[in-house]
């Protein structure tokens, strides 16, 4: 069995929910991303527009600004496998040119366009579940079965991109996207269900508001062990990959599920 892969969060952002404005600069993000890479980071996932609930698109160019140095310097120098977080396709153009080689698209591949440039340059897709935009997300969190509605997108969107050529299709169920408290934990619970699709599982609950819900309603930058927690059952429950703010902890937590697990 494979082991649980590490995604380190590189936020080049001025309003991230949990570091925003931290690593705004090129030479600050670049260097965070590779001090996680020394923690264990097998991929660095490089993103220059919050998606945080409420938040409000940046420009197509400002993105760029934001990301492509950052994308170019971790992919020469840190040796961990670049994703580039966006779901525009020109920004997913140029990072994949300048080094990136996966394509993290929160909107679940909506576009088109996106689908093509992902084929063209070989790319591999993260294809997620989201309701609306992030500015719009949580207006609209009812389901019949959370569930079974977030793998029935998924299975139609992996069908779209396999039909298109696209060969390495990871699935991410949204946590704290378009979701109460309540769902992402059942998501968690239940996560074999999506793992059942055939495909690697994504999982990011790093950090995230529904950890703040339970007793302790603890603010973002004091849930280490909420997401620790979260994170050990999403590699016990299938996730082939962790996407987390904290990855040296993170690491030496799928260690030890993987291990128990027999991996």
């Not at 995604?7 to 929910?17: E, L």
């Not at 705004?24 to 590779?34: F, I, K």
């Not at 996560?191 to 603890?218: D, H, I, N």
Request: hydrophobic residues 45%; charged residues 25%; negative net charge.
């Amino acid at each position: 069995m494979p082991r649980t892969l590490v995604m380190g969060v590189v936020n080049v952002t001025p309003d991230s929910f949990s570091d925003g404005g931290r690593y705004l600069r090129a030479e600050d993000a670049v260097r965070h991303g590779l001090r996680l890479a020394e923690d264990g980071a097998d991929i660095l996932d490089v993103g220059g527009e919050s998606t945080r609930p409420g938040s409000d698109p940046v420009s197509e160019q400002e993105e760029l600004d934001r990301v492509v140095p950052v994308v170019e310097k971790l992919a020469s120098a840190s040796g961990a496998r670049i994703s580039i977080d966006t779901y525009k396709p020109r920004v997913a153009a140029e990072c994949l040119a300048h080094g990136a080689t996966l394509v993290n698209d929160v909107t679940g591949l909506s576009d088109a366009e996106m689908v093509r440039v992902a084929r063209g340059s070989g790319a591999g897709v993260v294809i997620m579940h989201m309701r609306g935009r992030p500015k719009t997300m949580q207006q609209d969190v009812s389901y019949r079965d959370v569930v079974v509605e977030v793998r029935d997108f998924l299975s139609e969107r992996v069908a779209r991109a396999r039909a298109a050529g696209i060969e390495e299709v990871i699935v991410d169920p949204g946590i704290g996207f378009g979701k109460t408290a309540a769902h992402n934990f059942e998501l968690l619970r239940r996560l074999p269900e999506l793992a059942m699709l055939g495909y690697p599982v994504l999982v990011g609950p790093s950090r995230k508001s529904f950890l703040g819900t339970l007793a302790s309603k603890l603010p973002a930058e004091e849930r280490l062990e909420g997401t620790l927690a979260a994170v050990a059952l999403a590699a016990w429950n299938g996730a082939s990959i962790v996407r987390v703010h904290d990855v040296h902890a993170a690491k030496r937590v799928v260690e030890v599920v993987d291990a128990t697990r027999g991996s």
